[in-house]
């Protein structure tokens, strides 16, 4: 017998809610799902286009159970009588739910005799993309390469100043005037962007910092675009090191060291191999090279963080591609390379493609040009 599976979220913000229906909701509603069609119980503002929009699912209105506890003798039913009554009706007396389902609603349904049972990577066949969803993860990444391209058109065409500032169209560039552009172009390309990192000199150092205050010329730059399509909810990524003028001899080995990196990542990456494996060949690279990775004069410096991670309805989701990590890699998985070297008196460099792991290698789906100078 088939687990009985259930949710309570909504699925503008919960990806396994998003994958489950296809429908975007922005409050949360019950999914129910085991020996049958999936079950969900929709508010009357919501059933008309949840049956038009969900046809895979057999949808039932909330307003209904209402009614009915009420006739029942219960004077202010919530949802947790709602799902015990769904699971009277269809003899259910344990679920299996995600991980991160509410706690107070845990509690409310054990003392209503419902037995729950959490259960890490809830669909985990949300791994292995289809044909479709690799589709739909290039289209993302063709939002996020709208934007750079737009990113990379105002530093190309950005002045130089004596004091090295960039300036554009008569005004100081900053990190938040080129974010806007690039954020600007992915919502007209409909995509929605959050937190795209623009940094520059020692703030890219900092692989997650947004970047703040004025852009300088011959310095390196940090662009991280990670868009999500308003249509289907899946993400795209790109980064790219740019340096608006002349990069000098150490930015430039930094660069080409990064590089060839990302390269060795993408060759190793191919079924069967450990994602732990791929980010040690970048690691020892990167040590060959003589870029150490450690904690220097109180910060951590070098090659610090992962290599990658997958992608798909969220931005970081298995498997992930680190030191740490005991996955395996199987065909169908997307994940990004993203090696990168950070060093405060030099600054920081990231490369990021996204990879789709096939039986003999990788398939880069990425299709953005790599240029350090412009």
Do not use: W
């Amino acid at each position: 017998m088939p687990d009985t599976l259930l949710m309570f979220a909504d699925s503008e913000r919960d990806a396994n809610m998003l994958y489950a229906t296809g429908l975007f909701v922005p409050d949360p509603f019950i999914y129910l799902a085991g020996r049958s069609r999936p079950l969900l119980v929709m508010s009357d503002l919501e059933i008309d286009r949840a049956r038009r929009q969900a046809p895979h699912c057999r949808v039932v209105s909330l307003t209904t159970y209402f009614q009915k506890l009420k006739r029942a003798g219960l004077k202010s039913p919530r949802y947790p009588q709602v799902i015990r009554e769904i699971c009277r009706e269809n003899k259910i007396r344990r679920a299996i739910v995600p991980d991160n389902f509410p706690l107070g609603l845990a509690k409310d349904l054990k003392k209503l005799g419902l037995k729950l049972k959490p259960r890490t990577g809830f669909f985990p066949k949300r791994e292995i993309k289809s044909a479709d969803e690799v589709r739909k993860i290039s289209a993302a990444l063709t939002m996020a390469e709208v934007g750079m391209a737009e990113g990379m058109q105002v530093l190309r065409i950005s002045k130089i100043d004596k004091r090295r500032q960039l300036i554009y169209r008569g005004l100081p560039l900053t990190s938040e005037r080129l974010r806007a552009v690039i954020d600007c172009a992915i919502l007209q390309a409909c995509g929605l962007a959050a937190n795209t990192i623009v940094a520059g000199g020692r703030q890219a150092c900092d692989p997650h910092e947004r970047g703040f205050g004025r852009l300088r010329a011959h310095e390196p730059i940090i662009i991280d675009i990670f868009p999500r399509s308003q249509k289907t909810g899946y993400f795209g990524d790109i980064t790219r090191t740019i340096v608006r003028g002349r990069a000098n001899e150490a930015v430039r080995k930094l660069y080409h060291t990064v590089y060839a990196g990302q390269k060795i990542g993408f060759e190793k990456i191919r079924a069967q191999v450990k994602t732990a494996e791929v980010h040690k060949a970048v690691q020892q690279y990167f040590v060959q090279q003589g870029y150490r990775t450690g904690r220097h004069n109180g910060r951590m410096e070098g090659f610090f963080h992962g290599t990658g991670h997958g992608l798909g309805l969220e931005i970081h989701e298995a498997p992930r591609v680190s030191p740490s990590s005991t996955e395996v890699l199987r065909p169908g998985h997307v994940v990004t390379v993203e090696p990168g070297l950070y060093y405060p008196e030099i600054g920081g460099v990231r490369l990021e493609d996204v990879a789709l792991v096939t039986t003999n290698g990788a398939k880069n789906l990425t299709r953005f040009e790599k240029v350090l100078e412009i």
